[in-house]
């Protein structure tokens, strides 16, 4: 394998490698060496790093971490401007080669292994469903003074009344009504297909682009893949779109809820498990399924409030997560019903039978939320975990004494890190996670918390500076 990479850089006329890694948080983190370095030596060995640099990994005593580069992952940058190939990499210690425990990519690969052990299934596979929002002009202040911020996009809905020097065309989508008009309304048809030519380009598998329901918000296609490899093609998907966004003069996110009065962000996970070829979740009980799909839906609404800290790990989550409003609150399942936290997405073929969680966004680390939601699935099989009754109603309209009795996620990250230390044992199993990383990763999220929970925010001064 090692000597599929050394072709490329020779065959190519390599110039760097973009060593690839992703921290606790899931922001993906690069060095770039001189490709001439890059030999079969090199890639055995690996590349030394500072790990006490990265936020919730080691302290300065103990700083040295090694990272090893999976030469399968190589692809060629297609935004630097000289010829570079990027591979990602995992973390292992220095003096043991042993994975690091705290290392995102190498949590994915442990539960890969555990699925295989287990005897349960040989393939975990996920479709990431990834949203994001796109603005013309960004910016925020957090001083000590002054908190807030301000967006701007020329087809936003707020703009229609806008003076613009060439005049305003009009022709832009309405709150909720971006799903999904032709062009001129929407305006960015040739920057997504530019982002999803540029994703082919590099070797990913995608299938479609379209805009997407609130103002200046839009989706792209990546068709499924197993856990490790599909957390690396979020990571690449984001980092195209950002780029490309960029190149155009625009700024994406991934926030949740990036502005108020619109539809949120989401990241809807659609995974199946596969055994000897076969697909495990079809079957002949509720929708198609087989009673371990519907354990496995049981496990995702048992740990549900735990798997949450993955899931949906930013204080900002929970601006989307509201009771009330067309989000995915409510721990109930359905076939093709969007309005419960689990759908059975509808499909005439076997192979094509999945479970789609509807309440995950992409402010979540890949890895760590892929692991997680297969962990809390295959603790729901093993212990034959049924889901109860599906939920065929629309819930949203449901009278408050039915909707009170149906358990919700958490409201809030705080809620949610206080489940994760009540609920953690299904992650512990087979050391896929460990109890040490998760307190690492628990660590800097209660950072998070306290930095919004001790921040006057704007409203308030407009609900209670005169009282």
């Known amino acids: 394998m090692a000597n599929a990479l050394i072709k490329l850089i020779e065959d190519e006329d390599i110039e760097y490698v973009d060593i690839r890694f992703t921290d606790p948080r899931g922001k993906l983190q690069h060095v770039t060496v001189v490709a001439d370095l890059v030999d079969e030596d090199f890639i055995e060995e690996g590349f030394m790093f500072d790990g006490s640099s990265i936020a919730g990994w080691k302290s300065i005593e103990a700083s040295d971490m090694k990272l090893m580069l999976d030469v399968d992952s190589a692809y060629i940058d297609p935004f630097y401007a000289e010829k570079t190939v990027c591979v990602h990499c995992s973390v292992v210690e220095p003096d043991t080669n042993e994975p690091y425990d705290r290392d995102p990519r190498g949590t994915a690969e442990k539960a890969e292994a555990y699925l295989i052990s287990s005897g349960i299934g040989d393939k975990f596979f996920c479709g990431p469903e990834a949203e994001f929002f796109l603005f013309d002009d960004v910016r925020f202040s957090n001083s000590m003074n002054k908190v807030g911020f301000e967006v701007d996009a020329a087809d936003a809905a707020w703009n229609t009344g806008t003076e613009y020097e060439m005049g305003n065309m009009g022709h832009r989508p309405g709150v909720k009504g971006g799903y999904f008009p032709v062009n001129p309304t929407d305006a960015a048809q040739d920057l997504r297909s530019e982002m999803l030519s540029t994703m082919k380009r590099i070797g990913m598998k995608v299938d479609k682009h379209h805009h997407e329901v609130a103002s200046c918000q839009h989706e792209l296609g990546l068709i499924f893949g197993t856990l490790t490899k599909q957390a690396d093609e979020l990571q690449k998907y984001k980092y195209v779109i950002h780029n490309v966004a960029h190149a155009y003069g625009k700024s994406a996110t991934f926030m949740p809820k990036p502005i108020a009065g619109d539809n949120g962000t989401g990241m809807h996970v659609n995974m199946s498990i596969w055994k000897d070829g076969k697909p495990l979740f079809a079957g002949d009980q509720y929708a198609d399924l087989s009673n371990e799909a519907l354990y496995f839906i049981g496990g995702i609404l ?149 930095a919004y929970e001790h921040t006057p925010h704007p409203i308030e001064y407009q609900m209670y500076y005169s009282c």
């Open 302 to 450: 048992k740990h549900a409030k735990a798997l949450n800290a993955f899931t949906n790990p930013s204080t900002n989550s929970y601006k989307r997560l509201i009771p009330g409003f067309e989000a995915p609150v409510l721990r109930a399942y359905s076939a093709r019903n969007r309005s419960g936290c689990v759908r059975i997405p509808w499909t005439e073929s076997p192979k094509a039978k999945r479970v789609e969680a509807r309440f995950p966004d992409p402010s979540a680390n890949p890895y760590l939320c892929f692991a997680a939601l297969m962990m809390a699935g295959l603790d729901g099989i093993k212990n034959k975990i049924h889901p109860g009754e599906p939920s065929d109603k629309d819930l949203y309209d449901l009278p408050p004494e039915e909707l009170a009795t149906i358990p919700t996620v958490c409201g809030s990250l705080r809620e949610a890190l206080d489940e994760l230390e009540k609920d953690h044992d299904f992650l512990l199993a087979g050391d896929v996670f460990t109890k040490d990383q998760i307190e690492g990763y628990a660590a800097i999220k209660w950072e998070e918390v306290y």
